[in-house]
């Protein structure tokens, strides 16, 4: 008797799956925070910089800008590497870049809206002075008249 021997061979193919991809989400999901809700930072920051606040939140922003589109760079280069779709990434650094180049505006006009901010709060003071000096003549005289009424 003669016994038969076969002898099974597996190939394994690995094939690369498109690295990066994580990248680009996290990348495209930051750039968009960073764009909708810019809006409520650039307030934010003007508000401060007007009552003579400083440039921590504004820059705070341009640097999340800024990650975010680096992110979605990084992870453009690698799934384009690895064959892998790169929408989610080109979108993400078109709204990324849109974010930075409107945070670094803000950034930059700081300085001027302080100095702005500085004159409101001068002038404001002033009239301020000016309606509280007003009334306190206007109570006198009520309080004159109201005495010369009474007889007193």
Known sequence: MMEETTTTTTTTTTSQQPQGKG??????VIALVALVFYVFVAAAVTFAA???????????????????????????????????????????????????????????????????????GDKFKEEMEHAAFQMKEDMNQTIDSVQQESGH
């Open 23 to 28: 990248m680009a989400i996290a990348g495209f």
């Open 50 to 120: 007007a009552l003579g606040g400083g440039y921590g939140l504004g820059i705070f922003w341009l640097v999340l800008s800024l990650v975010g589109t680096g992110l979605c760079v990084m992870g453009m280069m690698k799934l384009g590497k690895t064959g892998g779709k790169k929408g989610l990434a080109i979108a993400g650094l078109i709204i990324g870049l849109i974010a930075v180049i409107l945070t670094a505006m803000l950034v930059m006009s700081i300085g001027k809206i302080q100095s702005a901010g500085g004159e409101l």
